[in-house]
């Protein structure tokens, strides 16, 4: 593999798909580098082999009305659906509804300068509006969750300007891709996978030489196979946070000759949120079968190791999937599957107070999904912590003409952690490059 391309782009995920659409359209040879056997990054779905249920390893919901995302969904002619929201909570014992513990949300979106740990705006309304400790509880799951951030380091501006953000697009109640979140991204892959030579996979980047106006890019395989250079005028670097953040010769780090250094210390402040998912498939929807369960989506336990919960809605099936970010998931992240499963069937034990055994009786099928452990990703999405809300605007600029970046860690725009997040940095870092395209001729 020694190619010469206008623009070499690195990673095959949400961002680099969309950066690569948009330069293949615009009449630029494109060569897509992806470490891994698929393209999609995050995004991963699979489809159980008995149910035919898309199941998502990754990215699962749509956020709100995305106009980007949702554009493609209509191309590609998919179904995408509200999910049933109702939430129910399951704390020191007792099963309720949680809709009234979610109270904390208008104190994060509300934050305010200066900047402090989400924890301590917790805590501080909690006095003055007399909050019941559930109320705290339930306020540091959710940031643990939702933003994979742990409360007692996360920026309360970061966050309220994500939650405003949110809203903006029409809140955060989710719906789902029926027929499976890879599906929108094929939209853009396709195009791209119909002309040979454009997107290599199993093709890692350990190496990026650039001058200005030129790029080389080393590339081998998994295996650790030479496969050749890649040359280019210009590249897009897409690679998630946590690759960013890896050195050589850690599994998936890059090496930029030269260094960048204001770059190295944007991303240094920045955290990868931890992330564990579960994805359990039962002989029968039990939940679905009881009356005080029927008619929740969504079930939370804020003190269990896996705390979060939901359905397949608006499908019917027989799965649950386990979500646990940040702190919860560090707990988890590296330990065995089968302990990993232990965790979740104790924790659906407790939420729906059945005994374990139950519960692994009925257990048909299992699957965890450890984020941490994708040497390509190495964790679930950006977090920011106190202070470091401008390290995005550093990552997401420019070096001298030559090298652009995307990625849902470089949105500004309050959207980071999303896939259309990342598909309107992708969008971006294109017309950034044709820009700087056209100022050349």
């Given amino acids: 593999m020694d190619l010469i391309s206008d623009v070499v782009i690195l990673g ?66 998919l179904s995408i659906r509200a999910c049933n929201d109702t939430h129910a909570l399951s704390w020191k014992g007792r099963f309720r509804d949680g809709e009234e513990s979610f109270r904390f949300l208008d104190a994060l979106a509300s934050a305010k300068p200066p900047d402090r740990p989400v924890a301590e705006l917790l805590r501080e309304r909690a006095k003055v509006e007399h909050w019941a400790p559930l109320q705290v509880a339930m306020g540091r799951a959710y940031v643990e969750g939702f933003y994979a951030a742990n409360p007692d380091t996360a920026s309360t501006l970061a966050i309220a300007r994500m939650e405003t953000a949110a809203e903006e697009l029409g809140g ?58 890649v040359r280019a005028k210009q590249a897009v670097v897409t690679l998630p946070l946590g690759v960013l953040r890896a050195r050589p010769p850690e599994p998936g780090a890059v090496r930029f000759v030269p ?24 002989r029968t929807a039990f939940w679905s079968e009881r009356e005080d369960t029927r008619r929740f989506g969504f079930f939370h336990g804020p003190s269990l190791p896996v705390p979060t919960w939901w359905t397949s809605s608006p499908r019917e099936s027989r799965h649950l999937v386990g979500w646990a970010g940040g702190p919860s998931a560090e707990a988890l992240s590296g330990l065995r599957e089968e302990v990993v499963l232990a965790s979740a ?64 860690a470089t949105n500004t725009d309050g959207e980071e952690g999303t896939v259309h997040g990342a ?12 820009a700087r395209t056209r100022a050349r001729k």
């Fill in 423 to 434: 598909i309107a940095t992708g969008e971006r870092a294109a017309r950034e490059v044709l």
């Fill in 345 to 408: 069937v104790e924790s659906l034990a407790r939420i729906f107070r059945l005994p374990r055994q139950a519960l692994h009786e009925l257990l048909e099928a299992w699957h965890v999904q450890d984020w941490q452990r994708e040497p390509f990703t190495r964790g679930g999405y950006a977090v920011i912590p106190v202070g470091a809300a401008d390290a995005m605007q550093e990552i997401a600029a420019p070096v001298d003409g030559t090298l652009f970046f995307a990625g849902e």
């Fill in 259 to 282: 260094r960048l250094p204001a770059k190295e210390r944007a991303w240094g402040l920045l955290e990868m949120g931890s992330l564990v998912k579960v994805l359990l498939r039962f």
């Fill in 12 to 77: 095959a995920g949400a961002s680099g798909l969309a950066a690569a659409a948009s330069l293949s359209r615009a009449g630029l040879r494109v060569t897509v580098l992806e470490a891994r056997e698929r393209w999609g990054g995050r995004v991963a779905t699979v489809h159980d082999p008995v149910t035919e249920v898309p199941l998502e390893l990754g990215a699962e919901f749509v956020h709100g009305e995305p106009e980007s995302l949702r554009k493609l969904a209509r191309k590609a002619r």
């Fill in 172 to 229: 955060i109640r989710p719906s789902r891709v029926m027929q499976g979140y890879d599906r929108v991204l094929r939209e853009l892959a396709r195009p791209l996978m119909e002309r040979p030579g454009t997107v290599f996979l199993n093709a890692v980047a350990e190496e990026v030489r650039w001058a200005s106006g030129e790029v080389r890019v080393r590339v081998r395989t998994r295996q650790g196979v030479a496969l050749g250079q």
